[in-house]
């Protein structure tokens, strides 16, 4: 992981739901995927012991360990706010971007394109990190699961397939694509974003029920 690995840890998080699907985690560095790991069957203290151990080697404060929070993970997003603090978000894939946020969401951005869901805009994100130069897992799978979302546009808004959806035809849950995606929830320095409606939106925050429509 020698190509512009730099900056600060961001951590993806994205909690097994249910049944097969599996627990993901990316630890990303600048333009490096430092490490992922999968793993099933933890319960939200025990996924959440399970990313500590997997942090707390690099022995540095982590920049964002973002979570996705529907189903298990919110209670995964409480656990490890006892270790990390204000470093922990909770994130609400399918928390919608087009709209009253939308648009003020892609001025600071500076997206061209209008994303439906926060799901949609941090899977734009990864693809166009991917497009440069990077450094990620010779794996199989994961670069199985980068392509193997269907993608439509609503309202005019691009929407990714859902989980559910993509379980309908026979596709995995893409678990380690989603935990990458997760390291881009928000690019910007935090003090860039401190007064933005998307960061007092409790929907995002962790302290509303999450919805999984879109998602």
Request: aromatic residues 8%; neutral net charge; proline residues 5%.
């Amino acid at each position: 992981a020698s190509v512009g690995a730099v900056g600060g840890l961001r951590i993806g998080v994205d909690p097994a739901r249910f049944g097969d699907d599996k627990f993901a985690v990316t630890i990303r560095r600048g333009r490096a995927v430092l490490r992922q790991e999968e793993t099933q069957k933890l319960d939200s203290i025990q996924g959440a012991i399970w990313v500590k151990s997997l942090i707390d080697p690099y022995g540095e404060p982590p920049e964002q360990i973002a979570v996705d929070e529907i189903g298990v993970g919110a209670g995964v997003v409480d656990q490890l706010k006892a270790f990390y603090g204000s470093a922990v978000v909770g994130i609400n894939s399918a928390l919608r971007m087009d709209g009253e946020y939308g648009e003020e969401r892609m001025r600071i951005s500076g997206c061209k394109t209008l994303y439906y869901n926060l799901r949609a805009f941090m899977w734009g994100e990864m693809r166009d990190w991917l497009a440069g130069q990077v450094s990620i897992p010779n794996d199989h799978a994961l670069k199985s699961e980068l392509t193997a979302p269907r993608y439509s546009y609503r309202g005019g808004s691009l929407i990714l397939e859902s989980k559910d959806d993509m379980k309908a035809r026979g596709v995995k849950s893409p678990n380690k694509a989603d935990s990458l995606a997760l390291t881009f929830a928000d690019p910007r320095k935090t003090n860039e974003m401190n007064n933005h409606p998307l960061l007092s939106n409790p929907a995002l925050t962790g302290r509303a029920p999450a919805s999984r429509v879109g998602y």
